[in-house]
């Protein structure tokens, strides 16, 4: 009971203050207030972190420490997935000063200046994905990491919890949008886990079993006599 309290007061907090679902990490600005923003989130994520480790290692319940980990996961989650989200208008690649510099010069009749700052622009938004992916494969690594972890302790000591579904359904989807590869070589690092391709596709709840195909066409409905 001292470990759902602890973790149902975390869990509400982070909710209020933290996950993307209720409107933080929805970057706007520049791309270079953007990445900075994104880093001072990092460092709220890493507080949280460390807040629900505590949940994990002061109280010997098996489901509210899987349910920890998991949370642990979608803290990053919710990062990566601000970051991955944030494009034009909200995310704009020069200040107003430097854009109207850019364009007196694209406009211009001097093929030298329209050169650089064509090269100006082709910089920035280089830099920008650059900086972009590697955030994301750094949230990345830690989500799908603590995500696969809650599984993997929800089946060694045979409890269930709502937000270890949700670390199933996230790691499902995750599978098509951070590709199979990156997916196996992080999940493949959690002992006992047993990784195998396509893993959380198959085992997320909520799956609909379709009938097979026969090839044959559905039969006309029958004539009232």
Same mark, same amino acid.
Do not use: C
């Given at each position: 009971?001292?470990?759902?309290?602890?973790?149902?007061?975390?869990?509400?907090?982070?909710?209020?203050?933290?996950?993307?679902?209720?409107?933080?990490?929805?970057?706007?600005?520049?791309?270079?207030?953007?990445?900075?923003?994104?880093?001072?989130?990092?460092?709220?994520? *890493?507080?949280?972190?460390?807040?629900?480790?505590?949940? &994990? /290692?002061? $109280? %010997?319940?098996?489901?509210?420490? =899987?349910?920890?980990?998991?949370?642990?996961?979608?803290?990053?989650?919710?990062?990566?997935?601000?970051?991955?989200?944030?494009?034009?208008?909200?995310?704009?690649?020069?200040?107003?000063?430097?854009?109207?510099?850019?364009?007196?010069?694209?406009?211009?009749?001097?093929?030298?200046?329209?050169?650089?700052?064509?090269?100006?622009?082709?910089?920035?938004?280089?830099?920008?994905?650059?900086?972009?992916? *590697?955030?994301?494969?750094?949230?990345?690594?830690?989500? &799908? /990491?603590? $995500? %696969?972890?809650?599984?993997?302790? =929800?089946?060694?000591?045979?409890?269930?919890?709502?937000?270890?579904?949700?670390?199933?359904?996230?790691?499902?989807?995750?599978?098509?949008?951070?590709?199979?590869?990156?997916?196996?070589?992080?999940?493949?690092?959690?002992?006992?886990?047993?990784?195998?391709?396509?893993?959380?596709?198959?085992?997320?709840?909520?799956?609909?079993?379709?009938?097979?195909?026969?090839?044959?066409?559905?039969?006309?409905?029958?004539?009232?006599?």
């Amino acid at each position: 009971m001292a470990a759902e309290g602890a973790f149902t007061l975390t869990d509400q907090d982070i909710r209020s203050s933290f996950d993307y679902d209720t409107g933080h990490h929805h970057y706007k600005g520049t791309a270079v207030d953007v990445i900075s923003t994104y880093q001072k989130d990092a460092v709220e994520a *890493k507080k949280w972190y460390d807040k629900l480790q505590h949940i &994990v /290692d002061d $109280y %010997a319940a098996p489901e509210w420490a =899987a349910a920890a980990v998991a949370r642990q996961g979608s803290l990053y989650d919710s990062l990566r997935t601000g970051l991955y989200e944030t494009r034009p208008p909200a995310l704009i690649m020069f200040d107003k000063k430097t854009e109207k510099l850019l364009k007196m010069a694209e406009t211009s009749d001097n093929p030298d200046l329209q050169e650089k700052a064509d090269a100006a622009r082709t910089n920035v938004q280089n830099a920008w994905r650059d900086k972009r992916e *590697k955030e994301l494969n750094s949230a990345d690594e830690i989500m &799908v /990491d603590r $995500y %696969a972890n809650s599984v993997m302790l =929800a089946r060694r000591y045979n409890v269930s919890n709502p937000s270890v579904v949700r670390a199933i359904q996230r790691l499902a989807f995750f599978t098509d949008v951070i590709g199979e590869a990156k997916l196996a070589q992080y999940g493949g690092r959690v002992k006992d886990l047993n990784y195998t391709p396509g893993m959380f596709l198959r085992i997320r709840p909520g799956l609909d079993t379709a009938p097979e195909a026969n090839g044959m066409a559905s039969p006309l409905p029958a004539l009232p006599q």
